[in-house]
């Protein structure tokens, strides 16, 4: 009941933000929530699964170049181009997934990375195609989403959506499979799962979602490049993931708000701004080890006093 | 027919010879026990059994069905199931959690992506934790359960799969006396009156005579007698081997 509270009164200011801030703002705004959304996505992997993706911008570029290049080059309509992004991008996941979910740990961080830093340079390269290090220019949202404001609240209720159907399979079956994976994965496997199919399900949703987030960008930003597949792109969910907190569904999310408008602040007046969230970050998990999300829980909501104590009945010697 | 028939098994790590030639047979409904010194195998040959070891050699047969050196999930979606002999529950989620995973798994309800699983199977999970004595930790974090508690929980959730054949891999180990009778006494319960197939392993020779019908006694990776506990007891072999001045 109380984070439904939060969660309205976000929304609410969501809603009247685009009223109350000038349009530099509003860009910033439309930033987050499309990083976040990414963000988000990595955290599905990361939060949920246990494992660490270090090439997850390339789902993200892989959504980015193929509604970019749908847009360019077909009459196809904003939405289908999503669609069609988070199938690309979806597709991509499968492919370079069945090879990751067959490793954890490091192992499967250094592949994600490998299977990354491969398509960042195929869209490099491949200039007939893809504009290599050109990038795409020109690519412009229908009209109606030509106002900022109006691609805002587009972006955002796009982001709702999707935030609520990774909210959705979060809380399902499937979801607390996930939970049991990064738990104890051997245990999962003897009670029946097969644990690298469920990875590799979690690995497509994932790469899905960031393909949807990547989408979004390009017609925002009418321009995008290869860089957005690069794996220091690939390290912008992990920070948001780590500053907001990855056991919390709106940790990354949250993350994304703080890192976006730390960049938009501190860039304004230094060229220092990897000092700064490198800073950050080792702030953050030298003393807030559960993101800031953690600290809310641990200090707020006591959501395991409760469950630490035994009931009534008490002790192992319980009747059987 | 047989539940579970084993030709010829054999593992080596190495230079051991860690499961050497072992056939091994149980009829359906059967409460049967391994039992060895210390590195006689017992381990090996469950861990041969449920798909976490592949066979060098031989033959494993559920039901007439081969499973050799299949995957432990297929193994387990068959009808088997195991306790380790080491808790292997999920320490960060809570008791009831733990159970329900293993009632979802075997509901075919894992791959469903968008309906809550707080709802399912409530009735299920409640009468596992009322089975195994584990109600009132329902909401603990598994983690934070006593040792024999954790034991129970592993129990709780090998039943959880539903099994027709359940392998315990030292089920009382860590428990008091009065856990390990109490456990011993479900054991027998869900042999007698669920007609479970269960075969385990156990060092404690009191807990082995008390339940076990069938005693099977590895030494060395093999078979070194099989029998009820009267004939086991008396056979000179394993009074030398195992039971020393005990018997």
Redesign the interface.
Known sequence: MKRSFWLVLVFIVALALPSVIGEFWVHVAIEILILGLFAVSFNMLFGYMGQLSFGHAAYFGVGAYATGLLLLKTPLPLPVCFFISMAAAGLAALVFGYFCVRLTGIYFAILTMAFGQLIYYIIFQWYAFTGGDNGLQGIVPPGWLLNVRHYYYFTLFIVIGALV?MW??S???????M??I???A??????????RR?ML?NFVIAGMFAGLAGGLLGPFNRSIAPDLCNWQQSGIPVFMTVIGGPLAFFGPMVGAVIYTLLFALITGFTEYWPLTIGLVIILVVLYLPGGVLGLVQKKWIPL?S?????????G????? | MKILKVEHLKKSFGGLQATNDVSFEMQPGELAAIIGPNGAGKSTFFNLL?G?YKADSGRIFFKGQEITNW???EI??LGI??A?QVS???????TY?NI???I???QK??????????G?AKKETRELLD???L???????AG?L?Q??KKRLELA?AL??RPELLFLDEPTAGM?A??TT??M??VKRLNRELGLTILFTEHDMSVVFGYAQQLTVLHLGAIIAQGDPGEVRQNATVQKVYLGEEA
């Open positions: 159907v959705l399979i809380a399902s079956p499937f979801g607390h499979t939970r049991a990064r738990d104890n051997e245990r999962t496997r003897f009670i029946g799962i097969n644990v469920y399900i395991h409760k469950k630490l104590t035994p009931g009534p009945n008490g192992a010697g319980e009747e059987i | 449920t976490y995957a432990p999930h387990v979606r199931s195991r380790f292997n529950i999920y320490p960060a989620m809570t959690e329900r995973q293993a979802l798994t075997k309800r894992t791959l469903n992506l968008f309906s809550p699983a707080a399912m089975i195994s004595g109600s009132s930790f329902a909401d603990t974090i934070q006593s024999g508690d959730i959880g799969c008091s009065e856990e109490q456990t006494e479900l």
